[in-house]
């Protein structure tokens, strides 16, 4: 058994061993620990409850983000705490809180976040509402709730970014009379702050019957309006309640597929919205005047109908997804035509109007009915469909002249007998106008109100002078007005003010063969009113004189006179002062007389002159007439005979030649093979023939020299080395032109194709000459060339050479042929029985008269001697010209005919034989050079023959 001693102690020390106990106790308790803030989340200056244990103090210390802070108890465990050191931290935007507590004796609690938001307003898109500010500090961002007021109706809130969270609109909220939100902190059940928010209307659906709009949702006011923004027009209301508006749009609000609309409170805040339809795009109205396309965009809605432009509905003829065919009604009208389908509209809007027709004039306007007119005609009414205020078809009326003018007590009447209109107006003028219908979509109809032109006179041009003619009358309008003189149109047809003139231009080509006898002048308007009279002369001109063929002295025969402005009217010719009988008119170019032979000359070379008189008055002579050199006589064949016998001799002696004949004499034979269009170089004058065996003839003039008394070449030009100025091309019809190098003489060269397949004849001074099929005729013309002596004379030299022969060379020669006079008429080289003819006119023209002119062959030793330049392996034709003043022109012609079968001298010989004949002569004129070619064609080289051109003068 144990003792025990007691110890007796006074108050002192027992206090004093109460605090050591209590010290002992306080420093083996543990630390305070926060279980919560509420809420979660709030405003930077927000009032916040903590939760804990283990508080030996009733006021211990909080520190938020560092910074101490003043709290006080509600119970042993909770705390209550105005925290907010402010948005701005250390490091920037404060976005959460940190926040621990420290009792006296410095034990400080665990650390608890507080989230920190920041509210800068709202948006709203329809039902949907985001709040605008800083949220990111959020801890619990899932328990985000609102709610209309405190009435813990709540609604999740999504958190969208730092920046948006947002929420669905409810009915309950857009009721509040204040809008107010709450926001609410689910995690911890607390309030966190409260809103007032101006909702905008909200629409849950809209729909389009044929006539509404609908629109269904919620919180709509008295006030509410509907607006169609694509126009900004107000929407007329018919019915509303707080969660239905119906209203009446204009139709002309509808044009857009997707069509803007706007829902607004009276305090601005709106709804903008888009209704998106089946896009109805375009219309087409067909050229029957009735049927109409509209252009959709993937209809998917059958069996729709047309609405808009007629009483009622226009059932199409025909429906796919891009197309709607259908008819107009008679009395259909300019609308907005939309699709609808039952009750419900399918389509926009869009603007259409029928084309318009005026069928008639019913009364034309004179002095008996105040200058009525009246018409009638289809789809002609003044309005859109369903209004008779907007207009959709106006009226011009138009004078003749273009000038526009008013018709006044414009009146329109619906005939329903005939379905048609019926206008009539007052004009102020008894003169031609039309009447122009225009609907507002472009659609147009017109019809002329006129009267019978008269024509009074007309003014008068020279003949083949085109030139501008006057016609006066009255009544002339500028409606498909047409203006003939003489059976030809005359264009650029203009009217003067009052119709009472017609300016137009007339090509004065009409041949006349009296020019004493008016042609008829027609004036059309509109292909309806015509009147007509003979009222044109034209101005009687001078004829004009530029050829005319020969005869032999003392053989009377028939003369060809070629010129202009010729006629019918009584005339006389006359040859160096002997009347030339039986004169005959054969066109404004032509004439033919007798001519009796008889007027002496001294010298045949001397042209003689020809006169000519029209009537008395109109006079024209020139020196064209030449006789027939007295010693010529037409070509002897080989056999002997005149023309071979195979053509009769003209009265020029030179041989006419019967069909399937050619050449000087009509000794080539014409097999009638086919003949290749010829081959011109468009960069200069030369050329080559290339002969269906392959051999290729060289042709061309290659020298101008001027020579003296004494034969010696003064000045000699090379025609290989001539740049040529200016080429051109026209249809047929090559042009060239230079200047002679060192000198102030124009050449000029024209080339011109024949592309017939028949021999034409041409009259070149007087000189009647068979072309050959598919030939070229060249022009030369030398003018103002500057001799160094009038003693001088220009001297042509032209090549025919072979440059290729082939492989095999069985014949092979060179011929000429000659006049009376010794001077070369034709010269052929013969190549394995394909012959080269080159003919030479024994004229040429000399300061604009005829003359005759001499041909030579070069020998061998005028080659070496004189020509060394020249090839001496080729063959060479001189044409010597006298002196002379202002120009010289010839005419060389080159041709191709088929003269024989192959030979069988060679293995591979050709198919076919073609013989190329090349006629040369020299014309009337200035002319410097001539150049002879004609063009085969051949899969072989072309070589190229300097060829100088000139036009050709055909003979009727």
């Not at 209809?299 to 891009?322: F, N």
């Not at 000699?716 to 200047?739: A, F, G, H, L, V």
């Amino acid at each position: 058994m144990h003792s025990y001693n007691f110890i007796k102690i006074n108050s002192s020390t027992y206090l004093f061993i109460l605090f050591l106990l209590n010290l002992y106790v306080y420093n083996i308790s543990c630390a305070p620990t926060l279980t919560g803030v509420i809420p979660s989340f709030g405003s930077y200056y927000a009032s916040v409850t903590f939760t804990g244990t283990n508080f030996i103090s009733l006021k211990p210390t909080f520190f938020v983000d560092g910074v101490a802070t003043e709290s006080f108890n509600t119970s042993p465990n909770k705390f209550i705490n105005i925290i907010g050191p402010g948005p701005n931290g250390p490091n920037g935007i404060r976005t959460q809180y940190e926040i621990y507590c420290e009792d006296p004796v410095g034990d400080k609690s665990n650390t608890v976040i507080f989230g920190l938001f920041q509210w800068n307003g709202f948006s709203q898109v329809n039902q949907d509402i985001y709040f605008l500010g800083t949220y990111s500090g959020i801890p619990n961002k899932s328990e985000i709730r609102v709610s209309p007021g405190q009435t813990n109706d709540f609604s999740t809130v999504t958190y969208i970014n730092d920046t948006h969270v947002s929420f669905k609109a409810t009915y309950a909220m857009a009721s509040q009379p204040t809008g107010s939100i709450g926001f609410y902190d689910s995690s911890t059940s607390k309030y966190v702050s409260f809103f007032q928010l101006n909702y905008a209307p909200i629409v849950s659906s809209a729909h389009f019957t044929l006539d509404r709009f609908s629109i269904n949702g919620f919180v709509y006011l008295p006030t509410t309006t509907i607006v169609i923004s694509n126009i900004n027009l107000t929407c007329a209301i018919n019915s509303q309640t707080d969660t239905d508006i119906a209203c009446t749009p204009d139709e002309s609000s509808l044009l857009d597929f997707n069509l803007q609309y706007i829902v607004k409170h009276s305090n601005g805040a709106s709804t903008v919205l888009y209704y998106i339809f089946t896009p109805l795009k375009s219309f087409t109205n067909l050229a029957n005047g009735v049927t109409c396309n509209l252009g959709v965009s993937n209809l998917a809605t059958p069996s729709t109908l047309v609405y808009g432009v007629s009483p009622t509905a226009i059932t199409p003829t025909s429906q796919s997804t891009k197309v709607v065919s259908f008819e107009y009604p008679l009395n259909a009208q300019c609308g907005y035509a939309f699709l609808g389908a039952s009750t419900n509209r399918v389509t926009n809007n869009k603007l259409i109007c029928p084309t318009p027709k005026i069928t008639g004039v019913i009364t034309i306007p004179d002095g008996s009915n105040s200058l009525l007119v009246s018409f009638k005609g289809n789809y002609l009414s003044q309005y859109y469909y369903g209004s008779l205020a907007r207009i959709a078809l106006t009226y011009s009326f138009i004078n003749g002249d273009g000038s526009t003018f008013d018709c006044t007590n414009l009146n329109t009447v619906w005939n329903s007998v005939d379905s048609s209109y019926n206008v009539s107006c007052n004009v102020n003028q008894k003169y031609s106008f039309k009447i122009q219908a225009t609907t507002v979509t472009g659609q147009s109809t017109s019809v002329v109100v006129g009267y019978t032109p008269t024509i009074t006179s007309a003014t008068s041009t020279d003949y083949l002078v085109p030139s501008q003619v006057t016609i006066t009358g009255t009544q002339f309008a500028n409606f498909n007005l047409i203006v003939q003189i003489g059976g030809k149109t005359c264009t650029n047809p203009i009217v003067n003010p009052g119709g009472t003139q017609i300016v137009c231009d007339f090509s004065a080509d009409v041949v006349v063969s009296n020019f004493m006898t008016p042609l008829v002048v027609s004036v059309s308007v509109d292909s309806t009113y015509i009147g007509s009279k003979a009222v044109f002369y034209y101005f009687r001109s001078n004829p004009t004189i530029t050829s005319c063929t020969s005869t032999k002295y003392g053989v009377p025969g028939k003369v060809t006179i070629i010129g202009t402005s010729f006629s019918a009217d009584d005339f006389v010719v006359q040859i160096g002062g002997s009347n030339c009988s039986n004169p005959n008119y054969v066109n404004q170019q032509t004439v033919t007389c007798n001519f009796n032979s008889d007027v002496s000359v001294s010298n045949y070379l001397v042209p003689l002159q020809v006169f000519m008189s029209i009537s008395n008055r109109f006079n024209a002579s020139n020196d064209v007439f030449l006789y027939v050199n007295p010693d010529k006589i037409c070509p002897i064949g080989s056999d002997n005979l005149e023309c071979s016998g195979h053509g009769t001799c003209n009265q020029q002696q030179t041989c006419d030649c019967q069909q399937g004949w050619e050449s000087s004499d009509c000794s080539i034979p014409n097999k009638g093979g086919a003949i290749p269009d010829p081959n011109i170089n468009t960069n200069d004058t030369t050329s080559t023939i290339v002969t269906p065996s392959g051999a290729v003839f060289d042709i061309g003039i290659v020298l101008i020299n001027e020579v003296d008394p004494n034969n010696n070449v003064i000045q000699s030009y090379n025609i290989s080395s001539i740049s040529w100025n200016n080429i051109t091309k026209q249809d047929s019809i090559y042009s060239y032109t230079t200047t002679l190098p060192n000198t102030k003489s124009a050449l000029n060269v024209q080339l011109t194709v024949n592309p017939l397949n028949e021999r034409v004849y041409y009259n070149f001074a007087g000189d009647v000459l068979p072309i050959l099929p598919k030939s070229i005729k060249y022009q030369v013309e030398l003018q103002n060339y500057t001799f160094t002596s009038v003693l001088n004379t220009m001297e042509f030299v032209f090549k025919s050479g072979i440059i290729d022969r082939g492989e095999c060379v069985y014949e092979e020669s060179t011929k000429t042929q000659t006049t009376t006079d010794n001077s070369i008429r034709s010269i052929q080289m013969t190549l394995n029985g394909e012959t080269l003819i080159g003919t030479f006119s024994d004229r040429m023209i000399l300061d604009n008269r005829p003359t005759y002119n001499k041909v030579n062959k070069l020998t061998g030793d005028q080659i070496k001697t004189k020509y060394q330049q020249l090839d001496p392996t080729s063959t060479y034709i001189s044409i010597i010209t006298s002196y002379f003043k202002s120009s010289v022109i010839v005419d060389p012609n080159f041709g191709v005919l088929v003269s024989s079968t192959p030979s069988n001298e060679c293995e591979n010989g050709i198919p076919r034989w073609k013989l190329a004949v090349i006629v040369v002569c020299s014309v009337i004129g200035v002319a410097i050079i001539s150049t002879l070619a004609i063009w085969m064609i051949k899969n072989r080289n072309l070589l190229k023959v300097k060829i100088i051109e000139m036009e050709l003068k055909r003979v009727n």
